[in-house]
């Protein structure tokens, strides 16, 4: 089993900063792929960022590229979320979620993923 808890959220205006922490325990951290997704009220939960188990390849959604970076520790099992220019429709709740039995480079539906954080609310005003 694996744990994860995320933290970092919070309340920022547009075109401000947020580092989200995803903290995780128990598997082995390091043979997980990482995903960050997200779900604002009324909305599907939605693909963000992931990170491969190595940290050596990343891929983001269209609406975060160049503004969001994905990084990851597996020494200090910890991955983040790094979230720069914000806008107000990056609001939700953000959750981390980790992925074995790693066969591809890239996951981007939630059902791909096994172990789920409780989320983190970032929430940005205009």
């Known amino acids: 089993q694996v744990q994860l808890v995320e933290s970092g959220g919070g309340l920022v205006q547009a075109g401000g900063s947020l580092r989200l922490s995803c903290a995780a325990s128990?598997?082995?951290?390091?043979?997980?792929?990482m995903g960050w997704f997200r779900q604002a009220p009324g909305k599907e939960r939605e693909f963000v960022a992931t990170?491969?188990?190595?940290?050596?390849?990343?891929y983001y959604t269209d609406s975060v590229k160049g503004r969001f970076t994905i990084s990851r520790d597996n020494a200090k099992n910890t991955v983040w979320l790094q979230m720069n220019s914000l806008k107000p429709e990056d609001t939700a709740v953000y959750y981390c979620?980790?992925?074995?039995?790693?066969?591809?480079?890239?996951?981007?539906?939630?059902?791909?993923?096994?172990?789920w954080g409780q989320g983190t609310q970032v929430t940005v005003s205009s």
């Open positions: 979620a980790g992925r074995i039995n790693v066969v591809r480079y890239y996951y981007t539906s939630p059902n791909d993923y096994n172990y």
């Open positions: 128990g598997r082995t951290f390091s043979s997980l792929n």
């Open positions: 990170i491969t188990w190595s940290g050596g390849r990343t």
